[in-house]
């Protein structure tokens, strides 16, 4: 769908406009509000329910084409609250998700097609249903409060109207009532007599009524919007912001939309420049969502959002190539990209867990042999090999893999690529003598590239197989949570090594520093809001790293000590949160909205959708399967006794003693992410694929170094180089 924003009247115009004429209007632009503060911008939103950017074909959507080359352009993700089991945003889900500027959705099983709304003897008119709306809304997990965009902007003094019955939803009031209602836009007479008129466009949608249409089909519905928004846009003021939006999904697979903003982004401000748009909801240059649009009409409104609404208005982002043809190109390949990860996500997990299963297999096999032999040397190449593939799926998004004729196959290969290159160079230098030398190249690798990204703005896991899905995504920024379990994990694998490189030349005090000094970064980082803005991983990742430290400096164990460790978690991630929620409204993340949300008493709608979410995530085999699969050869075949000896990881702590620490560090972080994040099991799985094969690849080298002795626990280590055990 698309949507149209232009600037408004004074309010002596506004007197005029109740008088039933447009004088003084003319072609004025943007104008001051008076005492009373009426809006001083005019909008004017129309919707085109399924347009896509493939569908701006050069010569059938001139319009569309010269209205994205004089402003802003980006990819909209309208992921509203879908149909059961459907999985995509019905029509008038996303123009209910406008009118509340919150996650919306329509009762029932199907998508519902907006109907005509009643119309009333003084021009106005009421929605059917819109009492059934409210109530499944407002008991929905999201609480939405259908009705706000229309009544803040009456509340505001500002006068409302809408053509066509999609726009009357979005348009109307708490009570369903749009004040000005028309079929058509022709029909509402002078636009410069409102302040915010929405028109729908429904082309597209009825081509796709009785199924998907074909090529020609939707080609002839796009031009017959097109030519239909020429007619709006003929028909609006000079010094109009115009924002065009695709609204909604008419296929049966959810996509990107049309994103276009020309005009002034505020009263009075400069115009949108030529370029892509973006949003703080997403921090990502070409990016936006169906709930920014709600704010983002109130800005260009000169008002403010009111509290229900989640989203970020459109701002200039990043430089778009030239021409047209060019932004039109990158913009419709993003939605590639996503639908080709949305085919290739289930079947490369499901690929992922089985090769890792016979892997784990393999590898029973050949560490329950006697020591030596090329199985075991193969053994840790393939294992090092295997614990840089997480990182590896990020790198991968270097590579445009989703626009190759074989996209499955080219992402393995890709992955596979940078996971062979990861571990060349931690078997190739002078650190592979050492027990724990690959390990800490691979994971330092894996915990500083995606500290770098989070830095740089999170693009590596857009898009990503591990990362963020745009097209259906609740999150663009920071560290997913897949990405968190890489991370920490790497981090304090990484920590771990540089640990035992530094204790065995005796450098105890700088070992702690270097740790205690990363640690800090690395979990600042995580929780940061202008970073990872990551609420669950920080607790998860503090107790993780505070454990790993204990351990390190030799301390022991203790409840008091550990619930220390945890409460810290706890206060640092609500520190940032609140530090978050000082900001301005229009700058906070998630971290200050949830603060938000505590204060006007809606956090335990929010806290159990997450934990239905967690508790949902074990019905997700192939990953429940993984992490059991991981534990389970850690604990049965690394861990128990040989019978030619101690075990495997015990040779491997006797010969680097900060394994342990690290090892324990790593597996209390992902059991706590397990439970603090809604991604559940996805935690711990990802968690133990970087750091199982790692410690395996550890094992292997002690294996291989040391000489037989009968099955024993291995003595402690000496404190003064080494950390004791629990």
């Not at 800005?299 to 200039?316: F, I, N, S």
């Not at 190739?428 to 894996?446: F, K, S």
């Not at 220390?564 to 700058?587: F, H, K, S």
């Amino acid at each position: 769908m698309i949507a149209l924003v232009v600037g408004g009247p004074a309010a002596a115009a506004e007197a005029a406009a109740s008088r039933g004429s447009s004088r003084g209007y003319g072609t004025a632009g943007a104008v001051t509000a008076d005492a009373a503060g009426v809006p001083r911008g005019r909008v004017v939103l129309i919707g085109v329910p399924g347009l896509e950017w493939a569908d701006l074909e050069e010569g059938e959507t001139p319009n569309l084409r010269r209205l994205a080359g004089r402003g802003g352009a980006a990819s909209l993700s309208t992921r509203a609250i879908p149909p059961p089991d459907r999985g995509i945003t019905c029509d008038a889900a996303g123009w209910l998700t406008v009118s509340a500027g919150q996650r919306a959705g329509t009762p029932g099983d199907g998508c519902v097609r907006p109907t005509a709304p009643a119309r009333g003897a003084d021009g106005s008119a009421q929605v059917p249903g819109w009492a059934g709306y409210d109530a499944f809304n407002a008991a929905s997990a999201y609480r939405a409060r259908i009705g706000l965009l229309g009544q803040t902007v009456r509340d505001a003094g500002g006068r409302v109207a809408a053509a066509g019955p999609g726009a009357a939803l979005a348009a109307a009031d708490r009570s369903g009532r749009v004040p000005a209602y028309a079929d058509a836009v022709d029909a509402l007479g002078d636009l410069a007599a409102y302040h915010l008129v929405v028109v729908e466009i429904a082309d597209l949608a009825r081509a796709a009524s009785a199924g998907p249409p074909s090529a020609e089909a939707r080609r002839l519905a796009a031009a017959a919007a097109d030519a239909r928004i020429g007619q709006v846009l003929r028909r609006v003021p000079d010094g109009t912001t115009v924002l065009v939006a695709g609204i909604s999904d008419v296929t049966d697979a959810p996509r990107l939309h049309v994103a276009i903003a020309a005009g002034p982004a505020a009263p009075g401000g400069a115009p949108y420049p030529r370029g892509f748009l973006t949003a703080a909801s997403t921090r990502q240059d070409a990016l936006v969502t169906i709930t920014d649009l709600t704010a983002t009409v109130l800005t260009a409104l000169g008002l403010e959002t009111v509290p229900g609404m989640v989203g970020r208005a459109w701002t200039p982002g990043g430089a778009a190539p030239e021409p047209v043809l060019a932004t039109v190109a990158e913009l419709a390949d993003a939605d590639v990209a996503g639908q080709v990860l949305r085919r290739v996500r289930a079947p490369f997990f499901s690929l992922f867990v089985a090769v890792q299963l016979v892997f784990y297999g393999a590898a029973a096999v050949a560490v329950r042999r006697r020591p030596g032999g090329r199985a075991l040397a193969a053994t840790r190449v393939v294992a090092v090999v295997s614990g840089a593939v997480a990182v590896s799926t990020f790198l991968a998004q270097l590579v445009p893999w989703w626009g190759m004729p074989y996209p499955m196959t080219a992402l393995i290969v890709t992955i596979l690529g940078f996971a062979g290159l990861i571990a060349a160079v931690a078997l190739a230098g002078p650190w592979r003598r050492h027990v724990l030398g690959p390990l800490t190249v691979v994971a330092a690798v894996t915990s500083l590239a995606l500290l770098a990204d989070v830095m740089t703005g999170s693009r590596l896991q857009v898009n990503a197989v591990t990362g963020y899905e745009p097209v259906t995504g609740g999150r663009f920024y920071g560290f997913s949570n897949i990405a968190f379990a890489v991370y920490a994990t790497g981090t304090i694998l990484a920590l771990a090594g540089v640990a035992g490189a530094l204790l065995a030349r005796g450098r105890r005090r700088l070992a702690v520093a270097v740790c205690l000094g990363y640690g800090a970064l690395a979990i600042a980082a995580d929780g940061w809001p202008g970073w990872g803005a990551d609420f669950g991983g920080v607790p998860a990742f503090t107790l993780g790293f505070a454990i790993f430290m204990i351990m390190l400096t030799g301390r022991r164990l203790s409840p008091a000590r550990l619930a220390i460790g945890a409460a810290a978690g706890g206060v640092l991630i609500t520190a940032i949160a609140v530090a978050d929620w000082l900001r301005p409204a229009e700058r906070r993340t998630h971290l200050g909205a949830f603060v938000q949300q505590v204060l006007d008493g809606e956090a335990l709608a929010v806290v159990g959708r997450k934990f239905g979410a967690m508790v949902g995530t074990l019905g997700n085999l192939p990953l429940t399967a993984l992490a059991i699969a991981a534990l389970a050869f850690l604990y049965l075949v690394l861990a128990r006794p040989s019978r030619w000896g101690a075990s495997a990881l015990s040779r491997a702590f006797e010969q680097a003693p900060t394994l342990r620490p690290g090892l324990f560090g790593v597996l209390t972080c992902a059991l706590v992410g397990f439970v603090s994040n809604d991604s559940g099991v996805a935690i711990p799985a990802m968690a133990l694929t970087v750091a199982v094969p790692l410690t395996l690849a550890a094992c292997v080298h002690a294996i291989r170094h040391a000489t037989p002795t009968p099955q024993a626990p291995p003595s402690a280590p000496a404190e003064s180089t080494a950390p004791r055990s629990p």
